[in-house]
């Protein structure tokens, strides 16, 4: 299998490398030197009450979000509606999906939750979202049930050989709606294309297993039934459905899993392309982002919603369900005039996170 061209810079949804290696998660240093340090984060401010002062919510918000962030989002709403007079209606959807219900239905939503920050950075801003923030990274997985044909055999080692046997079925979600779909089909190429010298498998190996993979859902959440029906026997989905569903999951090489914010990872990811829907994705380390956007009814309730998601009990609910919270949270250094005063002080602002171009 050969590897894809170069890819230009700013190409739609490319990961752009830079010096450093610098992991998402965890990160507190700025790349540049900022622009203020992040307050508080001691977890003392209650759901939805926003650094401004302002805990006069009510009235009902709409979120539109990942389908893998339906677990962390479902548990903040219920500790948000506690805490406020504000019904919270969720709607789940592939992200490339849930974007285009603002940029090409029209649709209102007050918050935005993506598992690829760079479908709010190359479709939102700055026409349907001022500013953004990058919040949780996750990583690729195949998930599984007891039940599944060679679940007592698949291992890190093998996995790419359970999946080709005739006897296994599997699949991903539609690149064109979720990244999940461009993720897992990224993951499949990245096993042929060498990683320090050495590969996983040959790419007759990775032609098959795009090939065989079956595309029965819009979105990875709805893959998870499949597998407990037994429709399918595994399903590439993120690392974090171990923490809120009743699924194995494999342990992937950190070569194809998509999870090291470093320069050198990220100049490897980058080699995996997939066109789909009209647009070609890259590959790069999994970042999650939230934005309110500019339509937003309720942009108080947006702006708490946030601010809640990136404190102290915010990240506890990321890691509950699986997710790795960036902590603090990041938003791009030239928005900062434009953050609401409640995420920017518990965000650092920066113009790249590790090799990530924000």
């Not at 309720?298 to 809640?308: K, L, P």
């Amino acid at each position: 299998m050969e590897n894809p061209p170069t890819i230009p810079r700013r190409r739609f949804l490319h990961g752009a490398a830079a010096t450093g290696a610098l992991a998402l998660a965890g990160c507190t240093a700025s790349d540049d030197g900022g622009t203020g340090k992040p307050g508080s984060t001691d977890g003392s401010t209650s759901p939805g009450t926003n650094s401004s002062g302002s805990t006069e919510l009510s009235g009902t918000m709409t979120i539109f979000h990942a389908g893998s962030l339906s677990a962390p989002f479902e548990d903040v709403e219920t500790k948000f509606e506690s805490n406020h007079d504000v019904r919270v209606n969720r709607e789940a959807k592939g992200s490339i999906g849930s974007t285009k219900k603002i940029t090409n239905l029209g649709r209102s939503a007050d918050v935005l939750g993506v598992s690829d920050y760079r479908l709010i950075r190359d479709m939102m801003v700055p026409k349907y979202a001022k500013w953004y923030a990058v919040f949780a990274t996750n990583a690729m997985t195949i998930a599984y049930t007891d039940e599944a044909t060679g679940a007592d055999e698949i291992s890190p080692d093998n996995w790419w050989e359970i999946l080709l046997r005739d006897d296994v079925t599997f699949g991903h979600s539609d690149p064109a709606v979720d990244p999940n779909g461009y993720r897992s089909v990224m993951t499949m190429q990245l096993g042929a294309i060498p990683f320090e010298g050495e590969t996983l498998f040959d790419g007759g190996t990775s032609t098959k297993l795009i090939d065989k993979a079956k595309i029965p859902s819009g979105t990875e959440t709805d893959l998870l039934s499949q597998l407990h029906s037994g429709e399918l026997d595994y399903a590439w989905e993120y690392q974090s459905a171990s923490a809120s569903h009743d699924v194995n999951t494999v342990d992937l090489q950190p070569a194809v899993d998509l999870s090291k914010a470093s320069a050198k990872y990220d100049e490897h990811y980058a080699k995996a392309e997939v066109e789909a829907g009209g647009e070609t994705y890259t590959g790069a380390p999994i970042a999650y982002g939230v934005a309110v956007p500019e339509n937003a009814t309720d942009a108080d309730a947006g702006d708490a919603w946030v601010e809640y998601l990136i404190t102290k009990p915010g990240r506890k609910v990321l890691k509950d369900n699986g997710f790795e919270p960036v902590e603090p949270a990041v938003v791009p250094k030239d928005t900062t005039d434009v953050v609401p005063k409640g995420v920017a002080s518990n965000a650092e602002a920066k113009s790249s996170l590790g090799p990530l171009e924000l």
